[in-house]
């Protein structure tokens, strides 16, 4: 009985004894984390802000230009003294996107190009004679054009136009066609097709940046240029150096229509 009494006295007393700390690690390192645990860490993890500023990723150069939210137009060449950045309109002022700004330039450059051409087909075309006997000023000569020169001249545009839109443009999702509707490669540099027959495209940033204002202002001048021989043809009908020596006429106090034949517009 004495012995009975005494081995309960000690297991009593090893139950309040304190557990070897090596025990404890162990059995925290091997255990099973219970539910409250990972409710607590889920919560931690939503609970931090989702407004935190995440770094952005780098953006490779397109022919020497980076993307800049903060200037104006995103940093695009083209503004020159003494308008500096001018933009009246507000095409490419704050909160109009990247591809936006991109497209309006990609169309002023291309609008450029093609005005520049015009200026000198207008003063080319009514200055020399053409191999299909058109004659008369510029504005009259495009329905002048026999069929099948028209039906190459038209392929011509066609191609060029597909094979830009190729180059710069995302291919349509038909499925969902608002997500690629206008919208441009990222890595598309706006005007930059590909087409340089003579090396003409600089290899540095600064240069290209220069050559592209230069192109820019040049196809800005055009585009007026082309618009006003427009519409002095429209008014008078008369080719731009028939115009020339009509007002030198004028201005030499000579009669601008002693030339011209009895009942005919002159």
Known sequence: MKLAILASTIAATAAFAPIATHSATKSALFSTPTEEAVEEAVASIE?????????????????????DESLKCYGLPGAVAPTGYFDPL??????ITLNEVKRNREAEVMHGRVAMIACLGYLVGESFPSPFGITGP???????????????????????????????WVEPDF????????????NYYPGDVGFDPLGLKPTN???????????????????IGA??????ELVNHRTIIGTIEFYQNVFAGLD???SCAEGTFC
């Open 47 to 67: 609970g931090i802000p989702a407004d935190i500023p995440q770094p952005a990723p780098a953006v490779a150069p397109i022919n020497g230009w980076v993307p």
């Open 90 to 95: 507000g095409f490419a002022q704050t909160g």
């Open 138 to 168: 510029a504005n009259d000569q495009l329905q002048q054009m026999p069929a099948p020169a028209f039906a190459l001249l038209t392929i011509a545009i066609g191609s060029a136009e597909l094979k830009r839109a190729t180059t710069g």
């Open 175 to 186: 499925g969902d066609w608002t997500k690629t509707l206008w919208k441009l490669r990222d």
């Open 205 to 223: 940033a600064k240069d290209f940046a220069n050559m592209q204002t230069k192109e820019l202002q040049n196809g800005r001048l055009a585009m």
């Open 227 to 232: 618009a006003g021989m427009c519409a002095q």
């Open 256 to 258: 601008p229509y002693a």
